[in-house]
């Protein structure tokens, strides 16, 4: 009986031990090394991108740049995300550089308002900065109820003395959010996503439908653009030529490379979208109007590479998709990316 009585107290005190054994391993496991593999980032996570941060909900701002300026003369347009140029009046154009994640302490010069840049800002779901506006800019703006920080009116912008009027407004990232949070504007979306952006690097000069292209599967090819030229009108001639070594595409104006005001860097980008588009003159003035909804085509270009697409907006705050020839919708690189939006009556040259 002793014996029995003994036997038993030494299986209790066996399992007690091992009961606490288990203990002490499932609390190393699961609260200390937890907390320290908590610091490590989760490898299942969505692919971190350079463009900008995935993780972020920042609501991006647009910001209207005058381009009827020397080359040298605008500042902060290297840190814009994603950047349009349009045809305006004269045959001139204008920019509309949108950023996000960025703090960038000078844009400009800022420039009035024209309507259909409202159409690319509001499918980036951006708030719109501007110093002025056309009628037919102000009319929209109120009309679709544009997020907008106007220059006439609020306080985000300044002049520089040193510089004539009216090509001497200037801003920053910290004013427009300053000013967007007191006119009661979010500064958070969850709804900026534009273009497909990719961490993998996508090549044009042969891909297919997987983009896992060899010699017998590819279905399209691309043609190499070692420089691209986009007419707007015979005054205005844009181009870019591709630095192999940097990999990435050198902005010129007219010819004359376009450089950044403060840092003396040419403005580069990693992706060129053309799309042609029809306009139209709508009064004496010579106010453009666009078709911004509809199908109509352009190129992408990234890599070396240039490649026919087609690309669709439904409506004028829907998205823009672009796809390649056999129906795909486009990969684009990982970089910034400038969208040169032509009349489709320029013929594009590449070389």
């Known amino acids: 009986m002793r014996k029995k009585k003994r036997k038993r107290k030494i299986l209790i005190i066996f399992i007690i031990i091992l009961l606490l054994a288990l203990g002490g391993g499932c609390y190393y496991y699961f609260v200390y090394l937890g907390n320290e593999v908590s610091i490590i980032p989760d490898s299942t996570k969505e692919e971190e991108l ?23 003369e605008q500042v902060g347009l290297q840190d814009a995300y994603l950047t349009y140029e349009i045809i305006v009046e004269g045959g001139l154009t204008r920019i509309m550089a949108i950023y996000k994640d960025v703090d960038t302490s000078v844009i400009g010069p800022v420039r009035s308002s024209r309507h259909y840049f409202l159409d690319y800002a509001l499918e980036s779901d951006a708030i719109y900065a501007h110093y002025g506006w056309s009628t037919y800019a102000e009319n929209d703006i109120k009309a679709l109820g544009v997020d907008n920080i106007n220059g006439l009116y609020d306080d985000a912008f300044y002049r520089d003395s040193n ?11 910290k004013a427009l959010k300053e000013e967007a ?20 690097e996508i090549s044009l000069e042969k891909i297919d439908n997987d983009n896992n292209c060899d010699e017998d599967t590819c279905s399209l090819e691309g043609e190499k653009a070692s420089s691209i030229t986009i007419p707007y009108s015979r005054g205005e001639i844009r181009s870019y030529t591709y630095d192999d070594i940097n990999k990435y595409y050198l902005r010129f104006m007219n010819n004359i490379p376009h450089t950044d005001r403060d840092s003396g860097e040419q403005y580069h980008y990693k992706n060129i979208i053309i799309m042609k588009v029809d ?10 109007d666009l078709d911004t909804v509809g199908t109509f085509e352009g190129y992408y270009a990234t890599d070396g590479y240039i490649m026919p697409i087609t690309w669709e907006k439904e409506t004028r705050s829907g998205k823009t998709s672009y796809y390649y020839s056999n129906g795909d919708r486009i990969e684009v690189n990982d970089g910034n990316t400038f969208i040169q939006v032509m009349p489709s009556n320029m013929d594009v040259a590449i070389n």
């Open 279 to 288: 306009n139209e003159t709508l009064d004496s003035s010579g106010r453009q």
């Open 50 to 72: 350079k463009v900008y941060d995935v993780n972020s909900n920042e609501r991006p701002i647009a910001v209207m740049i005058d381009n009827n300026v020397e080359n040298d």
């Open 163 to 173: 510089i004539a009027a009216p090509h001497n407004v200037f801003t920053s990232i």
């Open 181 to 200: 949070k007191a006119l009661g504007y979010s500064l958070t979306s969850n709804n900026y996503e534009n273009l497909n952006f990719v961490s993998k």
